[in-house]
Structures are given as structure tokens and as C-alpha cells.
């Protein structure tokens, strides 16, 4: 059974500052990963999606990493602003089973 | 290109009470999801559409749940009778290619059940 886990839980951060979020999961056999962000009462919002063949992908200031042997993704925020405050989930694609969620990390970019 | 549509947005009911939240996925996107996303959780998988035929429906508890994607577009979810533990936020979701695609959340739904 695939497990995801996502530490820290919560981070906080002076603006500026350059980051990175840690995600793991159990069943390296992996389809894709796929990175969201979720604002407070709001759904999510899909940032980075990384196909199994691929070891990165970048958006603007995000960059995500994947290690399939390691069982590891990272999320690299640079030059962090506060209005990239906001719960950031991790969640995977494997075998014939659906997307499976970390429980996210919570952020916090103070000004 | 519009989002994924998701209404009410909020509801607030009385145990046992029955409730239904709609969904209305991207223009040509064949899967739809459901999911529950209880307070500090990761979103949980509920239910997966193919077209107008269900995929995945493992972890719907079936005896009060239920959801139905009769024309392969819209999908509505029913909670009949509700408990306690249901309050959450529903989500939906869809993606162009099944399983392995990007998926795109609409914004959800939160239940409140007293």
C-alpha cells in the first residue's frame, strides 16, 4: 500500500528566503507526481506534475525533483514572497491505484 | 478555459439529514473524482469516473454513500444518512487522460454535520 509522507508539517520562513519541501512515498513503482498548493477554505491548485521518466520540472520560482529509487521529491520555492503562504500537497500515481495524498506542509513566508 | 464547477459551496446539516454536492468537470475531460479531505488530511479518494462508469469505488462507504455520472459529464455525490465524521471538505476533480493525467480541483465543498 503506498504511504506519502510530507515533513516538515509546518514551516515558517522571513520572505526571501529560499526553501525546500520534502516529500516521501513507500512504492517507488510510480506513475507521476504531482505537487499542489491549497489556500485556507479553497481547493487545490496544480503546480508541478513530474512524470515518472522525467527528474524535474520547473514553473517560475518552483523547481521539483524526483528520485524513484530513493522514493523522494522535493519542492524548491526561491526568493519566497508572502503570498506564497499556503498548505503544499504532495500526492502520487501508482499501479492501478489513484492519487495518494501526504498530508501536506503548512507555510508561512513572513514580511 | 473554465475550472472544474463545484456546488453548494457550503452546507450545513443535522445528523441523518441527507445532503448532495454537484460537480461539473473540464470540458472533455473523460475522469472525474471524488474526494474527502477531512481537516489537517491529505484529500482521500472517494470515487473515480470513467465516462459514466465507475473505475475506483473502494473506499466509498457504500452503505450511506453514493454518486452518479449518468451522461458521462456532470456527477453528483449523496450522502444518505449523514454522521458526524462526514463533516469535511468534498472535492472533485477531472482529468483529461485517466489515472496518470494531471488532475484539476474544483473548489470544493465543506460539510458541516451537528
Known amino acids: 500500500k503506498q504511504e506519502v509522507t510530507q515533513i516538515p508539517a509546518a514551516l515558517s520562513v522571513p520572505e526571501g528566503e529560499n526553501l525546500v519541501l520534502n516529500c516521501s512515498f513507500t512504492d517507488s513503482a510510480i506513475y507521476n507526481l504531482q505537487w499542489f498548493r491549497q489556500d485556507p477554505g479553497k481547493g487545490l491548485t496544480s503546480l508541478l506534475l513530474i512524470q515518472s521518466s522525467q527528474r524535474e520540472q520547473t514553473s517560475g520560482r518552483l523547481n521539483a525533483s524526483l528520485d524513484k529509487s530513493s522514493g523522494r521529491s522535493t519542492l524548491y520555492i526561491a526568493a519566497s514572497q508572502p503570498g506564497d503562504s499556503a498548505t503544499y500537497l504532495c500526492?502520487?500515481?501508482?499501479?492501478?491505484?489513484?492519487?495518494?495524498f501526504g498530508k501536506g506542509t503548512r507555510l508561512s513566508v513572513i514580511a | 478555459e473554465a475550472g472544474v464547477a463545484q456546488s453548494p459551496r457550503y452546507k450545513i446539516i443535522e445528523k441523518r439529514q441527507s445532503v448532495a454536492f454537484w460537480c461539473n468537470p473540464i470540458s472533455g475531460h473523460a475522469t472525474l473524482y471524488w474526494y474527502q479531505q477531512i481537516l489537517g488530511q491529505g484529500p482521500k479518494l472517494l470515487i473515480q469516473f470513467q465516462n459514466n462508469g465507475v473505475v475506483d469505488d473502494s473506499q466509498l462507504p457504500k452503505d450511506r454513500f453514493s454518486a452518479e455520472r449518468l451522461k458521462g459529464v456532470d456527477s453528483t455525490l449523496k450522502i444518505q444518512p449523514a454522521k458526524l465524521e462526514d463533516s469535511a471538505v468534498y472535492l472533485c476533480a477531472s482529468s483529461l487522460a485517466g489515472s496518470s493525467g494531471e488532475q484539476f480541483f474544483g473548489p470544493g465543498t465543506r460539510l458541516t454535520v451537528l
Open positions: 500526492a502520487v500515481i501508482s499501479g492501478n491505484t489513484p492519487l495518494v
